[in-house]
């Protein structure tokens, strides 16, 4: 499975597009989505969403929304495939115009992206998506590493060879819904294992 490149006019794209694939394609191939989730921005002066895509060794891939005046990204909606999330990714591509983006495996898409963007008053507005790949634990006051929740009940699930990645999904999202998003980590890792059967 592959997509064909696309190719858009000078006046339409100064190559923000094409490097915006181009990065996602770094981070991802190679690796199995374990969870993607939609995040509302924490600053205090302008909303602007970032997805995370939690990989299987430990990473984030975070697509943050940008907008400046007349140009902007935004991932405006995501489909999973969970029937594919144990296939490792071999590719990111796009149709329509660089609106629907796919990254996939051998099977098929793992996961769709639909994406509205427009660069503007070309070019003198910056347009793309803001992508950062972080590690999964980040400093937090005092000094202490925090594990992403996610990631957390992930490798906790992971520490089990029979768990395929697709009920590590499932059993990651029950025990968020049923625990809560203010509950420690370590409870949430112990409810996930008790789904799991651990």
Same mark, same amino acid.
């Given at each position: *499975?592959?997509?064909?490149?696309?190719?858009?006019?000078?006046?339409?794209?100064?190559?923000? *597009?094409?490097?915006?694939? @181009? @990065?996602?394609? $770094?981070?991802?191939?190679? =690796?199995?989505?374990?969870?993607?989730?939609?995040?509302?921005?924490?600053?205090? +002066?302008?909303?602007?969403?970032?997805t995370v895509i939690t990989l299987d060794n430990g990473k984030r891939v975070e697509l943050q929304d940008t907008d400046d005046c007349? @140009?902007?990204?935004? !991932?405006?909606?995501?489909?999973? =495939?969970?029937?594919?999330?144990?296939?490792?990714? &071999?590719?990111?591509?796009?149709?329509?115009?660089?609106? &629907? +983006?796919?990254?996939?495996?051998?099977?098929?898409?793992?996961?769709?992206?639909?994406?509205? +963007?427009?660069?503007?008053?070309?070019?003198?507005?910056?347009?793309?998506?803001?992508?950062?790949?972080? $590690? *999964?634990?980040?400093?937090?006051?005092?000094?202490?590493?925090?594990?992403?929740?996610?990631?957390?009940?992930?490798?906790? !699930?992971q520490e089990s060879d029979n768990t395929p990645a697709s009920e590590r999904v499932a059993f990651l999202e029950e025990a968020r819904r049923l625990v809560g998003p203010d509950a420690a980590p370590h409870d949430?890792?112990?409810?996930?294992?008790?789904? @799991?059967?651990?």
């Amino acid at each position: *499975m592959k997509y064909a490149d696309e190719v858009l006019s000078d006046y339409d794209d100064d190559g923000t *597009m094409p490097d915006n694939v @181009a @990065a996602l394609r $770094e981070a991802v191939v190679g =690796h199995r989505i374990v969870s993607v989730e939609t995040v509302g921005s924490d600053h205090r +002066w302008y909303s602007r969403d970032k997805t995370v895509i939690t990989l299987d060794n430990g990473k984030r891939v975070e697509l943050q929304d940008t907008d400046d005046c007349c @140009a902007y990204t935004e !991932l405006e909606s995501f489909l999973l =495939h969970p029937d594919k999330v144990d296939h490792i990714i &071999t590719g990111v591509g796009t149709t329509d115009g660089f609106t &629907t +983006w796919h990254i996939y495996a051998d099977m098929g898409d793992v996961l769709e992206l639909s994406v509205g +963007w427009s660069c503007g008053n070309p070019f003198y507005y910056g347009y793309g998506f803001d992508i950062r790949v972080t $590690e *999964m634990a980040d400093k937090v006051d005092g000094g202490e590493a925090k594990a992403d929740l996610p990631l957390e009940v992930s490798d906790a !699930l992971q520490e089990s060879d029979n768990t395929p990645a697709s009920e590590r999904v499932a059993f990651l999202e029950e025990a968020r819904r049923l625990v809560g998003p203010d509950a420690a980590p370590h409870d949430v890792v112990e409810y996930a294992r008790f789904l @799991a059967g651990e």
